[in-house]
């Protein structure tokens, strides 16, 4: 049986996405976006790949959470385009270990991690939609697809112009 791929396509033109589908624009960056995301990264490199849409790889390791690593990778290379995106919630070395990932602008999962039986865990089961306070008000944030429970607060500070 064929199954389908773990990404998406992503219409690219982010007016358009916006107006249409409503507040969801999570995929699109621009310069600005980019800026901000370097001073907020939480010790994360570039988790972004522009025009391609990951959420249905992340959901999948998340469902695959407690089983043999092996057979989990397995799967997931045969249904990627490239294996890189495993690795944005995956840790390679211990050392790469984080409680959440954050994988585009308001858009954030757990960390996870493969335990010395060979079996995929998550880095800290504690951490989930009620951690986090959100970095705006303009944007939905979610972990693991979840709504933050947490709503803004104004702290004072400026905040951050997002895309609107
Ligand atoms: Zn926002």
């Known amino acids: 049986m064929l199954k389908p791929p773990l990404f998406r396509k992503v219409n690219t033109r982010a007016r358009?996405?916006?107006?249409?589908?409503?507040?969801?624009y999570r995929h699109q960056r621009n310069?600005?976006?980019?800026?901000?995301?370097?001073?907020?990264?939480q010790g994360m490199h570039g988790h972004q790949r522009r025009g391609l849409d990951y959420t249905p790889l992340f959901k999948f390791l998340l469902s695959k959470v407690g089983q043999c690593w092996d057979d989990v990778y397995a799967e997931a290379i045969s249904r990627?385009?490239?294996?890189?995106?495993?690795?944005?919630?995956?840790?390679?070395?211990?050392?790469?270990q984080h409680d959440y990932v954050r994988?585009?602008?308001a858009s954030y999962y757990s960390g996870l991690y493969i335990d010395e039986g060979g079996v995929l865990q998550?880095?800290?089961p504690n951490v989930g939609p009620s951690s986090l306070p959100p970095l705006c008000a303009c944007c939905t944030h979610t972990f693991n697809?979840?709504?933050?429970t947490q709503s803004f607060r104004d702290n004072g500070e400026p905040e951050w112009l997002c895309e609107t």
């Open 122 to 124: 998550v880095v800290n």
């Open 145 to 148: 697809g979840i709504r933050f």
């Open 31 to 41: 310069t600005e976006d980019e800026l901000r995301s370097e001073v907020v990264r």
């Open 16 to 24: 358009e996405v916006h107006h249409r589908f409503g507040g969801d």
């Open 103 to 105: 994988v585009a602008e």
């Open 80 to 96: 990627l385009n490239s294996p890189e995106p495993i690795f944005w919630l995956v840790a390679r070395h211990q050392h790469q």
